[in-house]
């Protein structure tokens, strides 16, 4: 059963940076689209960034330039470098992962991530 957990969030000041790794089981993050997304209380989940199965990165506009997103097969995880906190980016931070050849998705629990300004 595949499994994504994320870890990392924590308190943190504006400006300043906090790294969330996703940690996939069941399956490799190799060759697979993932996506980290975030939600605050009352509002739609957002998609911040992603890579896809050849690496190619995407950002939102609201991150772009502040965050980098970056996988690591050997630890078999994910990773979301988040630069230059802004009193905005406070939220859960959400990994999904895509299996195209599985059709399958699956999300991760969620790593509160607050900023205090």
């Known amino acids: 059963q595949v499994q994504v957990v994320e870890s990392g969030g924590g308190l943190v000041q504006a400006g300043g940076s906090l790294r969330l790794s996703c940690a996939a089981s069941g399956t490799t993050v190799s060759g697979k689209f993932i996506g980290w997304y975030r939600q605050v209380p009352g509002k739609q989940r957002e998609w911040v960034a992603g890579?896809?199965?050849?690496?190619?990165?995407n950002y939102a506009a609201t991150v772009k330039g502040r965050f980098t997103i970056s996988r690591d097969n050997a630890k078999n995880t994910v990773n979301l470098q988040m630069n230059s906190l802004k009193p905005e980016d406070p939220a859960v931070y959400y990994c999904n992962l895509n299996d195209l050849v599985l059709k399958t998705t699956s999300w991760g629990q969620g790593t509160q991530v607050p900023v205090s300004s």
């Open positions: 890579i896809s199965n050849l690496g190619i990165t």
